[in-house]
């Protein structure tokens, strides 16, 4: 992550579930944004309004606020402007919303594709790596018609190709990692916000 004039970072760490484990960064001034990544179906949007609830901050969701200013579903998106077309919005998006000032925001699965992306929300929040095992999520999608990358060839090898080629961009950017399937969603933003409280980055 890159250092905004004037901040002091100390050494980065990654906390896995709470637990130390590679690098993760802590600034000396605080930034009251939480910004959830991770694969889709990972849990990111009902987890974040959640998560906004305890922080008692506003919620927003990319894909939400794309299709609302489309006027149209993703999927629609995709079919018509292709996934080049989408990408662009979301970007958009993601660039105006990481700009405000203590917001909880759940990103598309692909947001960090974009160098840009990462950018924005590595400097502009506390990012949080939503995961979770691909049998968990091939549950949650199986009957989803609204995800368009699902909707050709098998799922199975499509999610496990997405895992390999976005779990490290995830990583690179995240402050923490949390595993989204070993308890409600409900628990597991009380465990998030109880981890950044505990780190002095809420109080």
């Known amino acids: 992550m890159i250092a905004q004039s004037g901040t002091t970072w100390k050494r980065p760490r990654i906390r896995l579930n709470g637990a130390l484990s590679a690098p993760f960064v802590v600034m000396d001034s605080k930034n009251h944004n939480v910004f959830l990544i991770g694969l889709m179906a990972v849990g990111k949007s009902t987890v974040g309004r959640l998560l906004s609830e305890e922080l008692q901050l506003p919620f927003f969701d990319t894909d939400r606020v794309v299709e609302e200013r489309a006027g149209a579903e ?46 924005n929300l590595a400097e502009r929040g506390i990012v949080v790596f939503l995961d979770s095992p691909i049998d968990k999520l091939l549950q949650r999608t199986r009957h989803d018609k609204r995800r368009p990358l699902l909707q050709n060839g098998d799922p199975r090898a499509t999610l496990e190709r997405l895992s390999r080629e976005r779990s490290p961009l995830y990583a690179s950017i995240a402050d923490y990692k949390f595993c989204a399937d070993r308890h409600s969603a409900k628990t597991l933003a009380r465990d998030i916000a109880d981890r950044l409280r505990a780190d002095g980055r809420f109080e």
């Open 74 to 119: 993703i999927a629609w998106i995709f079919d018509v402007e292709g996934e080049a077309g989408f990408r662009e919005r979301e970007h958009q998006a993601v660039d105006e919303l990481t700009q405000r000032e203590g917001v909880v925001l759940a990103t598309g699965g692909g947001v960090i594709l974009r160098a840009d992306n990462r950018r």
